[in-house]
């Protein structure tokens, strides 16, 4: 909105909340606003989050009305595996509610009192949960304790009605599922609610479910990339420290987000219910997670593939190492540092096969914006991927799993690629490495 024009986040988060109540004619005094409104946006800068922040929820708070927009505030409060715990200020409050689980590493149990507590028994019902039941990140711990914190703070403002319509909001935010608005339309009319009221709340429910995931339909898969790109090092906190995480823990992150991505179809990416949205815009975000999905999984393939011929040649030289002593680091404030590419020919075709100019403008140009671990550019998967062509890069992402699954060895694997684009990666990797060049220079006599 044009008057938060230069606001700070937490100025932003408070006018933002502040409206939301105001809009639902409900006269809070304006010290609680803010007391909620900070810890909600307290809860958003953890520094290990780089998707799931305040941005991200401002986004959605865009058209949104009252309900949608408390939702919306909330619905990402609360991420255990990126926070490491719940966030300090909202601890005492979920005490009573869930507990870490000790038979789970990371399992959080529903204590007995979410079956006493009213609108904790509520919101348990909103998400057909019941006490005693063990959650994971995996399986909507983060949505309900989210919405328990949510319900929690807002009972005794909101009606019982308001609150299960926020509820409804967040437990639709739990991501990639089949099915869910008829199941929690059902959930919804258990509870006593009429039909029309259930309608509205499930259409809304719909509408940041899709919003929250909005992402996945951009028409720029750059900047869907860059998305992507941040989730990364919310799932994994060995990226935390960009300057010391090593070879393999950087191919295990990449890995892990081709697994999830190449199992996803797009169709449990945006859902349609009760007209929200239209039959035309739904084919058209489903069309556009369909091509995203594709773009983003084959450039995951070719930096795995990248990755694993590193992984590989460090492994023979000497073992594993920080990946920045590798490939050279980036410096944050613009100068010149020394870097792998530097050392590289420029890529000629070697073989015939498919170079495919979007995914060669994804490699060469990078994804809109470098990450806090991670340059845009993939100056050695666009070196492999012109020499080979994809259709040589993907089988040597096939071949790259029987290394990774220790069922070969990386010498073995080496000697399956194509000699002189390996062995140029190898001689740029011994400028850059020092202490690998003689270990190198003998690998490459053996292969």
Request: charged share 20%.
């Amino acid at each position: 909105m044009a008057e938060e024009v230069g606001l700070s986040p937490v100025h932003r988060i408070i006018s933002t909340y502040s409206r939301a109540l105001e809009a639902l004619g409900l006269g809070v005094p304006p010290l609680f606003v803010e007391k909620w409104a900070v810890a909600v946006h307290q809860a958003l800068s953890s520094r290990a989050r780089e998707f799931h922040t305040h941005q991200h929820v401002l986004e959605l708070v865009r058209d949104a009305d009252a309900i949608e927009t408390l939702a919306a505030l909330y619905h990402d409060i609360v991420y255990v595996q990126v926070d490491l715990d719940v966030p300090t200020h909202y601890a005492r409050l979920l005490a009573p509610l869930v507990a870490r689980d000790g038979d789970s590493a990371t399992g959080w149990r529903l204590l007995p009192h979410c079956g006493v507590d009213p609108t904790a028994r509520d919101v348990l019902h909103v998400f057909g949960c019941t006490p005693g039941q063990v959650l994971t990140p995996f399986t909507g711990l983060n949505e309900l304790a989210s919405g328990l914190v949510a319900a929690k703070e807002l009972e005794g403002v909101l009606t019982r009605e308001q609150l299960l319509a926020v509820m409804a909001c967040i437990e639709a935010s739990i991501p990639f599922r089949d099915g869910e608005a008829v199941q929690l339309r059902d959930r919804l009319l258990a509870l006593g609610l009429k039909p029309e009221e259930v309608a509205v709340m499930a259409r809304r429910a719909t509408r940041l479910s899709n919003n929250d995931v909005g992402n996945f339909a951009d028409p720029d898969p750059a900047r869907f990339l860059d998305n992507t790109w941040k989730l990364l090092p919310e799932t994994n906190p060995s990226l935390h420290t960009p300057t010391t995480y090593t070879v393999k823990e950087y191919r295990v992150a990449l890995m892990k987000m081709e697994r999830f991505l190449s199992a996803l179809p797009p169709e449990r990416v945006f859902h349609t219910w009760g007209g929200e949205p239209s039959v035309a815009e739904h084919d058209r975000r489903i069309a556009a997670a369909a091509r995203n999905i594709n773009i983003a999984v084959r450039y995951m393939r070719c930096k795995l593939y990248s990755s694993t011929i590193i992984e590989a040649l460090a492994t023979e030289s000497g073992g594993d190492g920080p990946l920045p002593y590798f490939l050279g680091a980036h410096d944050a404030s613009g100068g010149t540092m020394k870097r792998l590419e530097q050392f590289l020919p420029e890529p000629v075709p070697t073989l015939a096969g498919t170079r495919d100019e979007v995914m060669r403008g994804l490699l060469q140009g990078g994804r809109t914006t470098s990450s806090s671990f991670d340059i845009a550019p993939s100056p050695v998967a666009d070196f492999l991927y012109v020499a080979l062509g994809e259709e040589r890069v993907m089988q040597g992402f096939e071949e790259s799993r029987a290394l990774w699954s220790d069922e070969q060895t990386a010498r073995a694997f080496l000697t399956q690629q194509p000699r002189e684009p390996v062995e140029a990666v190898a001689a740029a990797l011994a400028e850059m490495a020092p202490t690998r060049t003689v270990a190198i220079n003998e690998l490459l006599k053996l292969l």
